[in-house]
């Protein structure tokens, strides 16, 4: 089966378990979940900052320094850029008479073993923290990254957590069960890659969320 055949088939279930995001490489995501300040605002003047790096370990703290000064983030893509290579970039917006300065706060992970982004995820979820998108980013070794963005809002309420599970196969056939499964779980779909990862080649990551069972 050709990978174009694979992502469209797995978008399209993804779409059928939960209208949600959906991201390939090259595709476009908005975040699943979550009240969007400057998508809700009608016609209010708005601001925007877009953040642009090779590093992901630089990217997170643009993010909140950013996010200090009222931003909140709407969207991020790796990817190729004309003079800067291979960069993460991420656009972040804010109504122009915002007063809720830091009220967001953002955690990046990226790994190119998706058994981290596991445990990375849920330690993240444990703290509160709400998945906002997923992109895979091409470092300067030439390996794959799948790098998530996390927001915690810190006026919400401090039990609120998150259980996540990621699913990594390089079989449709697989993830079709395992979305099922997840799904059967209370899971929700949230988003999607396909990237090169360091043990399992060429894999499709999708990532799911649940409130803990009370």
């Known amino acids: 089966m050709s990978s174009n055949r694979t992502v469209a088939l797995l978008v399209g279930l993804a779409m059928l378990i939960s209208p949600t995001a959906?991201?390939?490489?090259?595709?476009?995501?908005?975040?699943?979940?979550?009240?969007?300040?400057?998508?809700?605002?009608?016609?209010?003047?708005?601001?925007?900052?877009?953040?642009a790096t090779k590093k992901t370990s630089t990217m997170e703290q643009e993010l909140n320094q950013t996010a200090n000064a009222g931003?909140?983030?709407q969207d991020v893509m790796g990817g190729e850029t004309a003079f800067g290579g291979s960069e993460v970039v991420a656009v972040m917006c804010k109504l122009r008479d915002a007063e809720d300065l830091g009220r967001y706060q953002y955690k990046l992970l990226a790994?190119?073993?998706?058994?981290?982004?596991?445990?990375?995820l849920q330690a993240a979820g444990n703290a509160g923290f709400e998945y906002r998108g997923q992109t895979v980013f091409e470092t300067a070794f030439g390996n794959q990254e799948v790098v998530?963005?996390?927001?915690?809002?810190?006026?919400?309420?401090?039990?609120?957590?998150?259980?996540?599970?990621?699913?990594?196969?390089?079989?449709?056939?697989t993830m079709q069960k395992e979305l099922r499964g997840a799904g059967d779980a209370g899971y929700e779909f949230v988003g999607l890659t396909v990237a090169s990862t360091l043990f399992g080649g060429e894999e499709v990551v999708a990532i799911m969320r649940r409130r803990p069972p009370e």
């Open 22 to 51: 959906v991201r390939g490489q090259d595709g476009e995501v908005n975040s699943p979940g979550l009240s969007n300040d400057c998508a809700d605002a009608e016609s209010d003047p708005r601001d925007f900052r877009l953040l």
């Open 111 to 120: 790994t190119n073993k998706t058994s981290t982004m596991q445990q990375e």
């Open 148 to 173: 998530v963005i996390l927001e915690r809002d810190r006026e919400a309420n401090l039990n609120d957590t998150y259980e996540y599970k990621l699913l990594a196969t390089k079989k449709t056939s």
């Open 71 to 73: 931003y909140r983030l």
